[in-house]
């Protein structure tokens, strides 16, 4: 499930099946004046650290305006000379992905890496295809920008229609989607079954009549409107009822937060998935936690030199996940 750029909104369509029932998020230091004006200024500490334990990641090589640094064993490494505001920052390091970013007005110093090796089997392939890579049938294995929800709204408003309200089973299966999803992105993010101003609405129904549920014999799919890569608004339609009670209405909860296809048919997210899991996996957990410590049009492998001028452009796409019966 992912979006394309372009100068009208524009429409794309993505095939999965289902058979069961701001900058990088960091540790501030208190910056002076000085430092908030001109960029980050000689003698200041610069740290970096995993993403996802939040240890210091000893060895790195970071070059900041075109000078070359290596982290010590603290993760930590002394700027000798100015990095002004707009200037490169690159990071290496064994375990991770390749960081590239900018020197930014009112920076923070402490720098998280994306892993690419983890206990929980995360690594850079498996990002690019959940993160970034769309699954669009005509276009799939594109490349695009990470979009999500804002993170400063903060709240996902989960909206039936009466005929979902009127059934017990399906209203718990949304209550229990909506915790599952909120726990599994540290409450960052909360998504709560009705009506709440200020919300990103998400819009559920059912429409076994649907022209595209009809002739595609599909479960259920998603469309999504975005503006500057930010999550706006969403659609669920299903073909039935017993579909909102199964576990295809937390996967369709994955895409409304920017979440692609998992290649693990075992996952959630996964495509034509083996068994029927009730949650998110560490895994697709991980990768969530990390999405929120970038900004919406964020580049693979973590590139977010362009993201400005990429949410810039304004325009809004809409992302619609199908999902065969």
């Known amino acids: 499930m992912k979006r394309a750029l372009v100068a009208l909104p524009l429409l794309l369509w993505f095939g999965c099946t289902d058979t069961g029932p701001s900058s990088p ?11 908030t004006a001109q960029g980050i ?27 070359e640094h290596v982290s010590d064993a603290a993760g930590q490494l002394t700027v000798a000379q100015l990095a002004p505001n707009g200037a490169t920052l690159d990071i290496e390091a064994t375990g991770f992905l390749n ?15 994306w892993p690419s090796r983890s206990p929980t089997r995360l690594d850079a392939d498996y990002t690019r295809v959940l993160v970034y890579e ?7 294995g594109a490349v695009e920008p990470l979009d999500r929800p804002d993170i400063d709204t903060a709240r996902v408003a989960i909206v039936p229609t009466v005929a979902i309200l009127r059934d017990p ?8 989607a909506a915790s599952e999803i909120t726990d599994a992105v540290g409450g960052t993010i909360v998504y709560a079954v009705g009506e709440a101003p200020g919300s990103v609405p998400i819009q559920l129904r059912i429409e076994p009549r649907n022209e595209s549920i009809v002739d595609e014999n599909l479960r259920a799919f998603t469309r999504c409107w975005m503006t500057r890569l930010v999550i706006t ?5 299903y073909r039935d009822v017993e579909v909102v009670r199964s576990n295809t209405t937390l996967h369709e909860l994955g895409h409304t937060f920017g979440l692609n296809h998992s290649p693990d048919r075992s996952e959630i997210m996964g495509i034509r998935r083996l068994r029927s899991p009730h949650g998110f996996s560490p895994r697709e957990r991980l990768v969530m936690k990390l999405m929120l410590k970038r900004p919406p049009g964020n580049l693979f492998p973590d590139n977010d030199r362009q993201a400005p001028a990429l949410r810039a452009l304004g325009e809004t796409s809409r992302i619609v996940c199908r999902h065969p019966g």
Do not use: H
């Open 25 to 35: 998020t960091t540790v501030r230091r208190d910056l002076g004046a000085a430092d």
């Open 134 to 140: 769309s699954a669009s049938i005509s276009g799939g």
């Open 41 to 67: 200024v000689p003698g200041s500490t610069v740290q970096i650290v995993s993403g996802e334990s939040g240890q210091p990641v000893g060895g790195a090589r970071v070059v900041i305006a075109g000078r």
């Open 169 to 176: 089973r399906a209203m718990q299966a949304l209550r229990d």
């Open 233 to 237: 608004r969403c659609d669920i339609v």
């Open 99 to 113: 960081r590239q970013t900018l020197i930014r007005r009112g920076e923070r110093t402490t720098f998280e890496l």
